[in-house]
């Protein structure tokens, strides 16, 4: 059990490098001091200019490291180039934080740089993406894949700030909206009904402006809100059944196997329909439910390949969660939307079972114009 208190600041701050903005600054806003700055390179390119500026007007001197955009630059050899450069720019190691600004992949990436460099230096995190924003930024895990698994290397490790910038997602495309707004889709069926009537209501037009709108503002605060409920009386994970877990069973084989052709959301997705159509078999979900669940996904303009889904990769993937869950399945289950069980006996049969059932849903859903 972890004793420790931790505490750290999940912050609204619209327009980061507007020169009045002084978030980024905390806790030393001291002119000629010092800050090492890890970016992502899709979001150096978009706003390199921006962050620039913005340091030199406050007389902050910043080093730039550029990291390059992928799942795939999530390994050892680029957490070791990070930390050589943090090495050779001596940064105050208590007030003068890691900024990590990016995705998913950098904020783990440079956040565990952070955790392990002079065993923990404090760090800041600035989500670009939709999935940084709801999720990956706004915890206290970090990681690198390593030996063919995800995340294997890593920290539990808190950040000083997350600082949630949502004019970022204007530049983000589509396919990453869509990417992020799979993790709301996760809460608002696990946990809260009110969320997944928003998502009715103003989910695909949020989606199509990309969050700039009010009730996209208001979605995403909500969003945020319910995942900040289950993280923090578990931050550390002494709790192994957890409903953040629902739709992360089948999808960790599902985007280890198909990294190049499936983002984390969409494999997350694919489980979500899935752990839905097993919910549907036990009579979890009633079929109105689940029906209403198939909408509001297909409505928002996904595009699934069902063609990745294999019985086998679900099964071993399901196996392999059992591990790392210690042994139980721990599977989330929706029962209605809004509600949770966690089922620890699955079977086979249920999976091969909710994958033909998925594949059906997907050939009704082509067949029909939304
Ligand atoms: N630590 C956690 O608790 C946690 C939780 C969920 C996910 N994750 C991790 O997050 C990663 C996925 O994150 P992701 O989906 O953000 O992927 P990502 O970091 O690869 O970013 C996706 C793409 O968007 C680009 N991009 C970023 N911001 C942009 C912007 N504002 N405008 C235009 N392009 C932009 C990036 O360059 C990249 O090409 C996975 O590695 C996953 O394991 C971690």
Redesign the pocket.
């Known amino acids: 059990m972890h004793r420790r208190t931790i505490e750290y600041e999940v912050i609204n701050a619209y327009n980061l490098f507007d020169p009045c903005q002084t978030a980024l600054l905390f806790p030393n806003q001291a002119r000629h001091s010092r800050r090492f700055i890890v970016v992502?390179?899709?979001?150096d390119a978009?706003?390199g200019q921006s962050i620039r500026a913005y340091f030199h007007h406050h007389g902050i001197t910043a080093k730039i490291f550029t990291f390059p955009?992928?799942?795939e630059n999530?390994t050892l050899e680029h957490y070791l180039s990070i930390a050589r450069a943090l090495d050779s720019f001596p940064i105050h190691r208590r007030d003068e934080p890691v900024i990590a600004i990016?995705?998913?992949?950098?904020?783990?990436v440079a956040?565990f740089v952070a955790s392990t460099y002079r065993r923990s230096v404090p760090h800041i995190k600035v989500?670009?993406?939709?999935?940084?924003y709801i999720?990956?930024?706004?915890?206290?895990?970090?990681?690198i894949?390593f030996n063919g698994n995800?995340?294997r290397l890593?920290a539990f490790e808190p950040p000083q700030r997350v600082l949630l910038d949502r004019s970022?997602?204007?530049?983000?495309?589509r396919r990453?909206i869509l990417?992020?707004v799979a993790?709301i889709i996760k809460l608002a069926i696990i946990k809260d009904p009110g969320l997944f009537d928003m998502l009715e209501m103003h989910g695909a037009p949020s989606v199509l402006n990309s969050f700039q709108d009010e009730p996209g503002g208001a979605l995403l605060d909500r969003a945020i809100g319910g995942m900040l409920e289950e993280l923090e009386p578990n931050l550390y994970e002494d709790e192994l059944a957890r409903k953040v877990d629902f739709g992360h069973t089948f999808s960790y084989g599902l985007?280890t196997h198909h990294e190049a052709h499936l983002?984390?959301?969409e494999a997350v997705l694919l489980d979500i329909l899935l752990s839905c159509l097993i919910a549907r078999e036990r009579g979890l979900l009633s079929p109105e439910e689940n029906a209403r669940i198939f909408t509001l996904t297909f409505g928002l303009g996904y595009e699934l390949d069902t063609c990745l889904l294999d019985p086998h990769l679900l099964l071993e993937s399901l196996e392999e969660r059992t591990y790392h869950r210690n042994g139980l399945q721990r599977v989330p289950l929706p029962h209605g939307i809004g509600g949770c069980v966690f089922a620890n006996d699955i079977q086979p049969s249920e999976v091969e079972n909710a994958h033909q059932n998925l594949i059906h849903e997907m050939v009704k859903k082509n067949e029909r114009v939304y």
């Open positions: 992502d390179g899709n979001v978009l706003y955009s992928g799942e999530k990016g995705g998913g992949v950098l904020t783990d956040a989500p670009t993406t939709l999935m940084g999720d990956a930024a706004i915890g206290i895990k970090n990681g894949n995800k995340n890593g970022f997602l204007k530049s983000l495309p990453h990417n992020g993790e985007e983002l984390h959301g």
